[in-house]
Nanobody, 122 residues
């Protein structure tokens, strides 16, 4: 059973920063590209960022480009999402996910974490 466990969410003031972590089993980390998605109440799931297996390629959603950064640490079997200059519209549940193909499309992702809440008050 593949498991992904997110952490690092919380409340942060506008303009602040948070770093989300997603821990996975070694098998997962070594086989899959990893992505972050988010979903706000009443809205569709939105692509945030993804990183390839080889760590050579990253994708970002337009709304976070230049503010968020995805990275992965093979030694720790963890993928990170550094979020800077946070805005109220970044408020959502953030999910990490694993895919055999680097993609912006959530249907490509096979395994999902339970999510972590990020709240940026207006």
């Amino acid at each position: 059973q593949v498991q992904l466990v997110e952490s690092g969410g919380g409340d942060v003031q506008p303009g602040g920063s948070l770093r989300l972590s997603c821990a996975s089993s070694e098998r997962t980390f070594g086989r899959y590209a990893m992505g972050w998605f988010r979903q706000a109440p009443g809205k569709e799931r939105e692509f945030v960022a993804a990183i390839s297996l080889s760590v050579g390629t990253t994708y970002y959603g337009d709304s976070v480009k230049g503010r968020f950064a995805i990275s992965r640490d093979s030694a720790e079997n963890t993928v990170y999402l550094q979020m800077n200059s946070l805005k109220p519209e970044d408020t959502a549940v953030y999910y990490c996910a694993a895919s055999l193909i680097l993609s912006r499309d959530y249907v490509r992702y096979t395994y999902w974490g339970q999510g972590t809440q990020v709240t940026v008050p207006s």
